[in-house]
DNA sequence: GCCGTTTTCGGCCCGACTGTTTTCAGTCG
């Protein structure tokens, strides 16, 4: 029996989608094909595994019968025949085209159409010989633009970033904004707002009675490469890095309704126009509409929007419409954790193996931060690239963290280790050296192409064993460069609440590991989750919003999150 | 194709900007 991940089903009825858009299908049936692909690509828990065990796939929101059928067809039969008759009919390879920027379902099928076109390549061959223009509705802009976006495509700097990137950017333009008189408030909408993982493009919002002077300054910023698009309230932008950012200006009175509007993400702003349609109004970003006598109300704050409808405020990082309305209504939404109840951190480097600051540096950092503890877990002796410590070092380790102990009283500091999980299944440690360290993180760096059952024995291994306090990054992905290792997760995350084992949730931008679903999933199992920036410097330490805000998205309380205890009972935790 | 404390049938969100226009379609978010 073929096994599908959720990546692969969701992309397939993604691609569904796409195509018989193209095909000109109703725009109802396209939307539900993509409303369920990203409920499965966000779903905890792996489809397959779902419909294996012979669960309902129809209890999973946006899949109904059709949906559920054609996912059994490919479950057990490896192939979807009303996928092989589509892509029959509409070349399956239109779905890159699509993706080209400023290219839509229109213009794709009259490419295909009229001028035979179906792949990238022939597009952009035929942009360059002039010959797009002959489409109707085409002229030598249009030509040009499509061709730009081709090859922005092909240097690849179009695509996702992931927030280490989007972060930094957005908070220069905001600061950047921030100055100018005119702007009474500014702040980042979309996806940065809700922290998603990775980010298309930033969404700039700024409250002012005169938006001239701030577009203008928009557009003059230093890295902006090209100005996209610029009209009275909204401006378009792609910076060096190849991000583009949008900015819009709107009243101060209006701020409310364009916030929510703005942030998103459609999903959740369709549920709550539904709500605002069954109130008796209608929702745009500028103002709720009464309909019976077209009575416009606006609001200053998000909040009173939301409680307009009858709703409790709804953080950014849960509008992903994954039963926060509900919530919401039932005022049952999770008080999510924040940053500032993280106490300690128990997995970061330092320069005994690949971190950039020593002991005590990592230590007064970590002071700074107001921490109780942290845990020194320097890679051990296998991972050879990194410096990994041998037991003898270990040994001579141990001196050094008790002196800088000595030395600053004000943190507790214990020695630990992140262990490899090696490629054959083995700990690179024995239970002897692990007994003497005060903490043990277990972590794979290698292998991560195993096959699944492989993997997850390893997994397993160190799960069951009785030193090891945490997974460190337990799928190993990293983002936009390395896909997870292919490890059952629901088996790994029953073990770990079986063992009391806890599962990392590494705030480290490029890894957020576990992701927002799977977080979601631990909670559910009762899994214990520790969040840790995995620091290698004393400014990794910074990264914990990332991982704090991944752990919200997944519906985490500081409940969940073993290291929001304070060290006392911190300490007794880890005994048990 | 999905969904239902107003519905198992008939709904399903809305506006800005661009380029090519003689009044608007396409794309995007």
Redesign the pocket.
Known sequence: MPRFNNKEVAELFANIGDLLEIKGE????????R??ADNIAGLGQDLFNLWEAGQDL?K???????????SAELFETGKLE?WEKLIAEVPESLVDV?????????????MWQELGLTTVAEVKAAAQAGKL?TL????????A?ILA?IEALERRDTGRVHLGIAWPLAMTVIATLEKLPEALKVEV??SLRRMRETI??L?FLVATEQPEPIMAAFKAMNDVQE??????????VRFRNGL?A?L?CLEPSRWGTALQY?T?S?AH???V??L???KGY?????AL?RESDGEKLSFEQEADLYEFLGLAYIPPQLREDRGEIKAAQNKSLPELVQVGDIKGEVHCHSTWSDGAQSIEEMARAAMERGYEYLVITDHSQSLGIANGLTPERLRRQRQEIDDVQAKLPGIRLLQGTEMEIKADGSLDFSDEVLAELDFVVASVHTGLRQDRETLTKRMLAAINNPYVHLIGHPSGRLLTQREAGDFDMEAIMHAAAETGTALEINASPERLDLNDAHVRRAIELGVDLMINCDAHHAAGFENMRFGVATASRGWATAESIVNTLPWEKFAMRLKH
């Open positions: 109703n725009r109802f049936k396209i939307l539900a094909y409303k369920a129809k999973i929101e946006g899949i109904g019968q059709a949906i559920a059928d054609k009303f699509l993706n080209i920027p400023d290219v839509g379902p229109k213009l794709a099928k009259s223009q109707p509705r085409m002229g030598a802009k249009s030509e633009r976006s909408a979309g298309g493009d969404d100005v996209i698009a610029a009209g009275e309230t909204k401006s378009s583009q949008d819009r703005f998103g459609q702003n369709v549920k126009r539904e605002a349609q069954k209608s929702l745009n970003e500028y509409t």
